[in-house]
């Protein structure tokens, strides 16, 4: 299983990223897709999912700023990010889970490289 992840860079407050995540080596459709975040000296923490019927689940520190996305067609999911904060700073990683709805990073087994997002204020 390969995860890239990409679409991370240097944004001002208030502005808008969007992230991908390209799997291969996986049946992609059946798979539950997910965002999680890591700052510098916090523990990774969950940041959306979306299952394989496209059922989706947020933090609360990202509803109604961040949608996720994804293209089965293309192997990709997606996360849309706008009015970006100076704590949205983080690197973002993509993961993959057989399971659906899973919240937290244990469940997940199969990992992107992360992608660095970086908000100044």
């Known amino acids: 299983v390969q995860l890239q992840a990409s679409g991370g860079g240097l944004v001002q407050a208030g502005g808008s990223l969007r992230l991908s995540c390209a799997a291969s080596?996986?049946?992609?459709?059946?798979?539950?897709m997910a965002w999680f975040r890591q700052a510098p000296g916090k523990e990774r923490e969950f940041v959306s999912t979306?299952?394989?019927?496209?059922?989706?689940s947020y933090a609360d520190f990202v509803k109604g700023r961040f949608t996720i996305s994804r293209d089965n067609a293309k192997n990709t999911v997606y996360l849309q990010m706008n009015s970006l904060k100076p704590e949205d700073t983080a690197v973002y990683y993509c993961?993959?889970?057989?399971?659906?709805?899973?919240?937290?990073?244990?469940?997940?087994?199969?990992w992107g490289q992360g992608t660095l997002v970086t908000v100044s204020s």
């Open positions: 993961a993959a889970s057989f399971r659906n709805m899973i919240l937290t990073a244990a469940g997940y087994s199969s």
């Open positions: 979306i299952g394989p019927g496209r059922s989706t």
């Open positions: 080596g996986i049946s992609f459709s059946i798979y539950a």
